[in-house]
């Protein structure tokens, strides 16, 4: 197996522990996206594509993730510290989509991404620099980093023949519920750096070791 291409995005903030998202390409033939490199607090490495872990409410059957305190769409109070816990004691709330499963892939992944990202920096500086990373979704999660998305709340009132009704609220508008802004607190403690270094106390030792 051959890692035939490595592309960068950088971001903006060179203060930002999430430092660039990348896409590999194996033999010239299949592609991995959505790849994170973060400054660790041993140096920079690399983090795999990830998602989520949610649970359903035993009110409604809504899936929430992990952390919610409280059913997006019930409302109704969820069991605290439901993840399940790794051998260190840290709750899994994220699984990789994709990771290397031998220690030999892993280090050639890591090796090629920083190489590449490395060259990036330089390549930044020159005049009429372009970015060659095929954007998708990358810039909706770096804002969503920096200020957690909120989804407006749905209300539940009485109509004038009354009757049980429901109606979508503008965020803009309504505040949301407490169950939000508790689920909101509890989220936002999880950037994506910090989502990255659930692998292993942020530094490269523990990259893709399977989630979270």
């Not at 035939?4 to 903030?13: A, P």
């Not at 990771?99 to 892939?105: A, L, M, Q, R, T």
């Not at 939000?180 to 893709?208: C, L, Q, V």
């Amino acid at each position: 197996m051959e890692i035939t291409e490595v592309r960068i995005k950088l971001m903006d903030d060179p203060h930002d522990r999430l430092q660039g998202f990348c896409s590999i390409t194996f033999d010239s033939a299949f592609v991995i996206r959505d790849l994170k490199i973060i400054q660790g607090s041993k140096g920079s490495f690399v983090a795999m594509p990830s998602r989520k872990l949610t649970d359903r409410c035993p009110q409604c059957k809504m899936k929430n993730h992990l952390r919610s305190l409280f059913c997006n769409q019930c409302g109704a109070r969820l069991q605290e510290e439901r993840a399940s816990k790794d051998t260190d004691g840290r709750a899994k709330l994220y699984a990789d989509i994709a990771h290397p499963i031998n220690s030999d892939c892993r280090e050639l992944i890591q090796r090629k991404v920083l190489e590449a990202y490395e060259e990036e920096l330089v390549r930044a500086q020159e005049p009429g620099y372009s970015c060659r990373y095929d954007d998708y979704d990358e810039d909706r999660f770096a804002a969503l980093h920096e200020s957690e998305e909120v989804e407006s709340p749905r209300v539940t009132y009485v109509n004038g023949d009354g009757d049980t009704a429901h109606r979508i609220e503008p965020a803009a508008e309504s505040p949301s519920g407490p169950h939000h802004r508790a689920n909101i607190a509890a989220e936002s403690r999880e950037t994506a750096p910090a989502a990255a270094s659930r692998n292993g106390d942020g530094d490269d030792s523990s990259f893709g070791a399977g989630i979270i």
